[in-house]
């Protein structure tokens, strides 16, 4: 009997809802955002905005920086179940064909991104400018929407790259421990060393949608394009791994 695309992609829902780590994983995208924001707004968000060419907009979106570690947990843990206990060979007895298998496992992990993701962005907006008073903006400044919208997509496609990547390594703790310092360390590094090539890093380029006037060359779209580009990347080598590989 060949399963339906539909009843795969129920399948992979189920296990997303289902596994403790994965679904408190993906909640902390927007709980740890919204906390941060929370917190940084209600401290120094009014003294950071009154600094002389502070970009509001982006201030808004600060919290992102924490809630895209979330993204990618997510990403990796949806991921990394399937290779604790030999899961994956059940999976694969269940559903044969690989492909299938690894686009619905990719859907879902991409489209509840999307959604926590947005959901998380118009609340860290909304939420955090509360606290902001006469530097408070909202959806109808300039570059604001496109923000909101962007940075959903950024969360989801960080996601998606930290799963392309655990199929890949098909460790966690190898994902988690490259990714980590990679977006928190590594572009500040390459900045000192090469100048303007941090801006083509996933999360140099897509964080330029969250600028009111992104600087550098890089437009806010191209810069979402190009954290698209590794996004894809690492899913294409998933996908060569779990057709090449023996689970």
């Known amino acids: 009997m060949t399963l339906s695309t539909t009843a795969v992609l129920h399948s992979e829902w189920i296990k997303v809802r289902s596994v403790r780590s994965v679904a408190g994983s993906l909640a902390a995208v927007l709980l740890v955002t919204l906390t941060v924001t929370v917190l940084v707004n209600a401290t120094v968000g009014r003294a950071e905005a009154d600094n002389p060419g502070a970009d509001l907009l982006f201030n808004a979106f600060y919290a992102m920086n924490f809630g895209q570690i979330a993204a990618i947990c997510f990403g990796t843990t949806a991921i990394s179940s399937e290779y ?9 007895t269940a559903v044969p064909r690989r492909d299938l298998l690894y686009g619905a496992k990719m859907a879902v992990v991409g489209v509840s991104a999307l959604v926590v993701g947005l959901v998380t962005s118009f609340s860290a907006l909304l939420v955090g400018q509360m606290f902001m008073g006469e530097y408070a903006i909202g959806l ?108």
């Open 84 to 92: 604790v206990g030999g899961a994956l060979r059940i999976s694969l």
């Open 140 to 247: 109808r400044d300039p570059g604001a929407l496109r923000a909101v919208f962007g940075g959903g997509m950024y969360l989801a496609l960080m996601a998606l790259f930290a799963a392309g990547l655990t199929v890949l390594l098909r460790s966690a703790a190898a994902v988690l421990g490259l990714l980590i310092p990679f977006v928190l360390v590594v572009p500040f590094v390459i900045g000192e060393v090469a100048g303007g090539a941090a801006r083509y890093l996933p999360d140099r380029a897509g964080q330029l949608v969250l600028h009111q006037s992104p600087q550098g060359g890089i437009g806010p779209w191209s810069g979402l394009a190009v954290a698209a580009a590794w996004a894809v990347a690492a899913l294409l080598a998933g996908r060569w791994a779990i057709r090449h590989r023996d689970a």
